[in-house]
């Protein structure tokens, strides 16, 4: 787990040295633990720079799935409302015609609107955590490491799910119902990484690993 990087000297600039890295334990300190009566999770956690960049990567790779699977998704669904729309065939869309109120030129608007919640408390956990995170600053001595970009992709992945969830209400249909499940599944994995992060800090997946097995469990739903 050690690793240290160094930069040449230039003309100009002496020898920088960036160490990040978990220091051993002594001996003397390892036995002051084994002997202690009072052991916590935090004891035994640490969190070098590098762990912490691991938990930012999640939030990247979510933003970027994001991006590049909501503006496809947007589209599609807008072309269906407008044949809707147009033609008036509405065995496009599976709407539940008992339970649909249509508004604003969408047959089922309520259905839309519903998803609303979701992407407030998606919203509202990031304002959250960054409160948390520059405000109400946790001493390194209390508590586990707390793995803030986990969060903030916790929270944009909820954003993301109320957004496609809400496309996927514009024009439900057999073709179009992956819309409404692909963040359902990066969430779950999300918070059983959470979780094993819970008890584990120092042990940190990899988000290319991890957006890996999503992938692969989506393209098995599919």
């Given amino acids: 787990m050690d690793r240290e990087v160094a930069y040449l000297p230039t003309c100009f600039l002496p ?23 009072d052991l916590t999770v935090d004891t035994f956690a640490k969190y070098p720079k590098r762990i912490r ?25 807008v072309t269906y409302q407008r044949v809707v729309n147009l033609t008036g065939n509405q065995d496009v869309c599976y709407y539940n015609f008992l339970c649909a109120h249509p508004a ?22 990031i304002l959250a955590v960054l409160d948390r995170q520059y405000r109400i600053r ?4 209390n508590g586990i490491p707390v793995h803030y970009g ?7 992945a909820l954003t993301i799910e109320g957004i496609l969830s809400a496309c996927y209400h514009i024009c439900p249909s057999q073709s179009n119902y992956q819309f409404d499940t692909s963040f359902m599944y990066v969430m779950a994995v999300l918070i059983m990484v959470k979780l094993y992060q819970n ?24």
């Fill in 15 to 37: 020898a920088l040295v960036i160490k990040d890295y978990i220091e051993p334990l002594t001996d003397e300190e390892i036995n002051k633990i084994i002997l202690s009566k």
């Fill in 53 to 77: 960049q691991r938990a930012f990567n999640y939030l990247s790779h979510t933003a970027s799935i994001a991006l590049f699977y909501s503006i496809p998704v947007i589209q599609l669904v």
């Fill in 104 to 125: 604003f030129g969408f047959s089922d608007f309520n259905h839309i609107f519903s998803n609303v919640g979701y992407i407030f408390i998606g919203i509202f956990l």
């Fill in 138 to 141: 946790i001493t390194k001595d």
């Fill in 150 to 156: 986990l969060f903030h992709a916790m929270g944009l």
């Fill in 199 to 222: 008890r584990h800090p120092d042990i940190n997946a990899t988000a290319y690993s991890t957006f890996s097995v999503v992938g692969i469990a989506i393209f098995i739903g599919m």
